[in-house]
């Protein structure tokens, strides 16, 4: 599975910190991706969206451009399945604030003080949920099954049908009909446990 990290952060500098080191050293350099502009980050982030992407974010950025709590609104009003982690210069975020992001699913707040290994702690749990996810499990079920992704898989009740290459695409665009799908087979998979008729093999 490769993951690509995007870095949306006006401060250019910030190519030569170690902690950046550390995340090319372990994704390598060609998987790092910089973004100085937040308008630009957020419009990379929504058009890659087949990708497995972690997003390290800024909180403050110049004057006439979108701050990082904002960045963060717009992209997680599309999908909740892309990882972002604050990387904040800043000593302080209004309690307000913080609880808002806590609150809305961001994966972490990490000081610009930090170390290498806080950083890539976080960094790490967001890899294991990507690792952990329903469309993750397709891919690699299309990948191992080529023969399978183009094969009608899931049909609607108004009689459209979808082949796992076409619901992995809805899942991750996190349209209506993904979230459907990745609802019913979490159910599915509940009530199939529940009653014994499957069992989880480790």
Do not use: C
């Not at 690792?131 to 191992?144: G, M, P, Y």
Request: glycine content about 4%; proline content about 2%.
């Amino acid at each position: 599975m490769k993951i690509e990290i995007v870095i949306i952060d006006d401060d250019l500098k910030l190519k030569e910190d170690p902690l950046v080191w550390s995340l090319m050293d372990k994704y390598g350099e060609d998987n790092i991706k910089f973004i100085n502009n937040s308008q630009e980050g957020i419009d990379y982030v929504l058009n890659n969206l087949g990708k497995n992407i972690i997003i390290i974010l800024d909180y403050e950025f110049s004057v006439n451009e979108k701050k990082g709590d904002q960045v963060f609104d717009e992209i997680t009003n599309i999908t909740k399945l892309v990882p972002i982690i604050f990387f904040t210069g800043i000593s302080k975020i209004e309690n307000e604030t913080y609880r808002d992001l806590i609150n809305n699913h961001a994966f972490g707040i990490v000081n610009k003080m930090a170390t290498s290994e806080e950083l890539l702690k976080i960094v790490f749990k967001a890899e294991l949920f990507y690792k952990n996810s329903l469309d993750n499990a397709i891919e690699d079920w299309i990948i191992e099954k080529p023969e399978d992704k183009d094969k009608p898989f899931f049909f609607t009740s108004n009689g459209i049908s979808l082949s796992l290459n076409e619901i992995l695409f809805e899942i991750r665009n996190q349209t209506e009909l993904g979230k459907s799908f990745a609802r019913k087979l979490n159910e599915l998979t509940i009530e199939l446990l529940l009653n014994n008729k499957e069992r989880l093999n480790d």
